[in-house]
């Protein structure tokens, strides 16, 4: 009898083999989750770093005593390493979030005294007044100076109109009351000692007005900052002000640049609330992609030969630094910097690079330098956004139409922005319903003019930056097409705010979070693996 051809099991068709980022950020999470949740002291953590090392140096050894030359790695050296990177990770996050100073300024708490420092981050406007975090290095009280160094955070009580005459990297002496940051008002809502405490900061002090503070001239930063940023910073923002009117359309300019948001009025802030397109207001991914894409054309015809490969690729590397740096390193920003990093980089040594790999590489560099960003609401909100464009987009996703008119062309354009909108919401809605209560659902169709206007408006204010120091008269020409741009999408997310169901509230436990999360996965596990049979 004829033998019967044997079919061939089907593959699973998911393999995390091209992710070795991804496996390693998984247990870096595990960590930082088990250093904050788990109640153990900074020396029993300390204790089982040094346990965790011993037992893989053991384990190491006993697998090259007995396998001798092992090509990989045994089950029992995998795991050592695993528990090796969830001890350190638990280790620092617990440092960071439980660690004061011992003369620290929680001791003055509920005292008036005068601090001096330096002002770390860029000052931030309210309609209340205007806010900073502090690097105290001296404190002054009752006719005593006593020496420390911690943080806190400066409230200075000020007119919306009045002009603020500090900046970050200056040195202060603020005089006010210092107090402990409060709790949360309710169970579930956003608690600021918490938040605090993850900037390791545990106060914060109230000055009146500014006459309470006084300029001691400016900090010596180190050169890149003081030659490189801060005159860049100066140039945008002084060409924004030669070029673009007074009002809106300049702070919205400003927002998309610097991440300046702060002057802006409340009605249009809240504009961007409702409808759920508040992210255009800040530096994003988008904004580091557009500028990646500027860079990358200006520096195409460099890559002919491998040593121009290499210089474009370093010119890359310091323009997008540069500019992370211009716009305050914000945790979306530096996520898209290193991303498009690790995806120019496999490009010039001629790797190929996987994008979900290269944000989990983003990841875990932002985490080694902070672990505690994990609980940061913007750096989970970004990457839920990117996670989503890059797993559910491409589900959803339909492909143009072949013979396509300009009518096909328009609608399929439509279509396709509301499935990006779509797909983005649906990775980022439950950590904005878990950290602010709310849920807008409008912003699927808010999105497509708002996104399309303000993408323009980059498109626009970039060339007009570069040619500015050139020629004034040819950035004007730009800058009046910004300012149209920049008054569409302020026009667009005002008349969409006006739908009394804009924005409706809807507040998540962490547990609906990670329950949503879990069969979110399971659900485009299933999806993948029918569509690659």
């Known amino acids: 009898t004829p033998h019967r051809a044997v079919k061939p099991k089907r593959a699973i068709g998911l393999s995390l083999a091209p992710y070795p980022a991804v496996r390693l950020l998984f247990f870096v999470i595990i960590g930082i989750v088990v250093g904050v949740v788990a109640p153990l002291s900074l020396s029993e953590w300390l204790w089982s770093v040094a346990l965790s090392f011993a037992l893989l140096l053991l384990t190491w050894l006993y697998e090259r005593i007995r396998y001798h030359q092992a090509a990989v790695p045994h089950f029992g050296m995998a795991i050592m390493y695993c528990f090796v990177v969830v001890s350190v990770f638990a280790t620092l996050s617990a440092y960071q979030l439980h660690y004061a100073p011992r003369n620290g300024l929680t001791q003055y708490a509920g005292r008036t005294v005068i601090l001096y420092g330096s002002i770390e981050s860029r000052p931030e406007r309210s309609k209340g007044g205007a806010s900073w975090v502090m690097q105290v290095q001296e404190l002054f009280e009752h006719g005593k100076t006593v020496t420390l160094r911690d943080r806190t955070k400066v409230f200075m009580r000020m007119g919306a109109d009045a002009h603020l005459a500090v900046q970050k990297g200056d040195m202060v002496r603020v005089k006010g009351k210092l107090d402990l940051l409060p709790e949360a008002a309710n169970a579930g809502e956003f608690n600021p000692r918490h938040y605090g405490a993850m900037q ?27 030659y490189m940023v801060q005159p860049t910073y100066r140039y945008i923002m002084q060409a924004l002000a030669a070029l673009l009117p007074d009002g809106e359309e300049r702070k919205l300019a400003a927002g998309v640049l610097t991440g300046e948001r702060e002057t802006m009025s409340e009605e249009v802030f809240e504009a961007f609330k409702r409808t759920g397109t508040a992210h255009i207001l800040a530096v994003s991914g988008m904004n580091v992609g557009l ?110 139409p072949k013979n396509r008119t300009l009518l096909l062309s328009i609608v399929w354009f439509l279509l396709d922005s509301i499935i990006i909108t779509l797909a983005a919401s649906i990775g980022v809605s439950p950590v904005i319903a878990y950290y602010f209560g709310t849920f807008s659902l409008i912003s699927f169709v808010a999105n497509i003019p708002v ?36 008054h569409m999408t302020l026009q667009s997310a005002l008349w969409f705010s006006n739908f009394s169901f804009a924005l409706i ?29």
């Open 451 to 486: 996104v399309f206007f303000s993408t323009l408006l980059m498109y626009a204010l970039v060339p007009m930056l570069v040619v500015y120091g050139l020629s004034q008269a040819l950035a004007s020409v730009f800058a009046a097409g910004a300012f149209w741009l920049a």
């Open 291 to 400: 500028l990646a894409l500027f860079i990358q054309v200006f520096l195409q015809r460099l890559k002919i030969t491998p040593f121009g490969r290499w210089t474009a690729f370093l010119l890359f590397v310091f323009l997008l630094i540069l500019y992370s740096n211009v716009t305050g390193n914000s945790a979306s920003v530096t996520r898209a910097a290193f991303m498009a990093l690790v995806l120019i980089a496999g490009e010039t040594v001629g790797q190929k690079t996987y994008p979900l790999n290269s944000l989990a590489v983003a990841d875990l560099i932002i985490l080694l330098i902070n672990p505690l960003d994990l609980l940061n609401p913007g750096f989970l909100m970004t990457n839920g956004a990117v996670l989503a464009l890059f797993l559910v987009y491409p589900l959803l996703h339909f492909p143009r």
């Open 200 to 226: 390791q900061m545990s106060v914060q002090l109230y000055a009146a007005g500014p006459w309470q503070v006084l300029y001691e001239g400016e900090k010596r930063l180190h050169p890149f900052e003081q």
């Open 505 to 533: 509230p809807l507040k998540l436990d962490a547990v609906e979070v990670w329950l949503y999360y879990v069969v979110l996965a399971a659900v485009l596990l299933l999806a993948t693996r029918k569509a690659w049979s």
